[in-house]
């Protein structure tokens, strides 16, 4: 397993888990957290549609010795176990305490803004006193990185001009990030500065929708005419500067393998060099 650093300091494992979907892995929870670990895996994210699966990760992580790194995001809450969305500050704060708890925790490795997507929810924040509320918790030592999460580029901009903060989650893959250009597809300009303006300010990126919802790994549905593998959606995120772990959606044993089969792969079956030679009459 390849480790990255934070901005903390902190060491978090290139392949990550996202936790969405683990509801439809029903009683196989403790066993994918498990398995993840056994493996070198030592990042996850939290957000989920609801939060049954809790107490199987915190069980399979205590077993683990609680080698995990958590990144919680505010402005999420479980009201009668179901996921809403909220930026009401008191609900924020309750709902950081919640998940603190929830996973035995004591402080955030990292702490993100749920789903800024908008203009003017970015601006709600900034002026309702949720960021500021964040730097309280980090100069406070609750917290050790903060950021946000966005599928957003503009919006990721702002935040790192206008803020300080430390990551960030972003869906990433090569759907949103080739554009035709006069002599076949490009990165689009704006995303591949915004990835190397975080690699020089030192903020990482955490992907998440690395298989595009699944859609890049079917050739009838990838915008490229043919599937990609694992292996290959997994490397190119992390060739991405500014790249920390890369984190898809795990919902059972098979999920999870096939993520962890990029640890196995060779470089030709990683490579994804096949983008750079197709042209917009391929897409």
Known sequence: MEYRRLRSGK??????????????????????????????????ETSMYDDPCAPAIREAVREHGDGMVFQLQTGVHYPGGQYAATRDPEECRESFETE?????????????????????????????????????????????????????PEICR???????????????NPTYDFVAGDNGLVMDPERLELYRDCERRGIGIVVMKPYGGGILMDAETSPFGRAMTPAQCIQYALDRPGAVSVVPGIGSVGQLEAMLSYLDASREERDYSFIGGLTAADM
Do not use: P
């Open 11 to 44: 060491r978090i494992s290139a392949l990550g888990l996202g936790s969405g979907f683990l509801r439809d892995a029903g009683d196989d929870v403790h066993t994918i957290v498990s398995k993840a670990m056994d493996a070198g895996v030592n990042f996850m």
């Open 100 to 152: 603190l708890r929830k996973y035995g925790l004591d402080h955030a490795d990292l702490l993100l803004f749920h789903c800024v997507d908008e203009a003017q929810d970015y601006e709600r924040i900034m002026s309702d006193g949720l960021y500021d509320m964040l730097v309280e918790w980090k100069d406070e030592g609750r917290v050790d990185n903060i950021g946000f999460t966005s599928h957003t």
């Open 158 to 172: 702002r935040f790192i001009e206008e803020t300080v903060v430390d990551d960030f989650m972003l869906s990433l």
